[in-house]
């Protein structure tokens, strides 16, 4: 099985063994009722490229989640109750993530350190971030045009609806 949905249902627990020996590339949990963390998704780690928990009650996201997740090139946690950008310490070092999707949460940002270990593991090969609809009411200018700056290849920033006061001017970014 590559793909397997769940979208509008009223889902909120799920079996630590449930995918065991399912070589699953794409999963998706969309409208239901998870949280306050995802499950345990070590036994299809190694297999996973489309991961998108988007509109539950996640509020929390361990580290030991990314454990294994090499193959992971898109993360859609958008639309949950999240206070925290997720800890990235454990992704692979060679992991291959891409975009990642954050917005609509509750994290309230007051600069891009928690974004650091996202920087560091995967700078070169980021393309799209998405922080719509958090609070960066209290990130400056600078800010912003570092956080883009520090992924040479970023094709989408999302900041919609985020409480911004002010933008940089971007166009010095050597791409």
């Keep these: ?3 397997l949905a769940f979208e509008n249902d009223n889902i909120n627990v799920i079996a630590a063994d ?11 949990f ?5 949280g306050p963390s995802p499950p345990d ?8 490229k489309n991961l998108q928990f988007i509109d539950n009650k996640i509020e929390t996201v361990s580290p030991i989640f990314f454990k294994g997740m090499a193959k992971l090139e898109t993360l859609y946690l958008y639309g ?9 310490s454990m992704l692979p070092t060679d992991s291959a993530l891409a975009s990642v999707f954050v917005g609509q ?4 940002f007051s600069s891009f350190e928690s974004l ?5 593991r995967t700078s070169d090969k980021l393309q799209g971030l998405g922080l719509s609809a958090n609070d960066l009411s209290r990130v400056n200018a600078d800010q912003i045009y570092n956080l883009a700056k520090a992924f040479p290849n970023l094709e989408s920033l999302y900041l919609g609806g985020a409480g911004l006061t002010t933008f940089p001017d971007v166009t ?3 791409r």
């Design 1 to 3: 099985m590559i793909e």
């Design 18 to 28: 449930a995918f065991l020996g399912t070589p699953i590339e794409t999963l998706i």
């Design 30 to 34: 969309a409208s239901n009722k998870i």
């Design 41 to 48: 998704l070590s036994s299809i780690a190694s297999t996973l």
């Design 80 to 88: 949950n109750k999240l206070s925290q950008f997720p800890d990235f």
């Design 105 to 108: 949460s509750l994290i309230r």
């Design 116 to 120: 650091g270990v996202l920087i560091e």
């Design 172 to 174: 010095s970014i050597n």
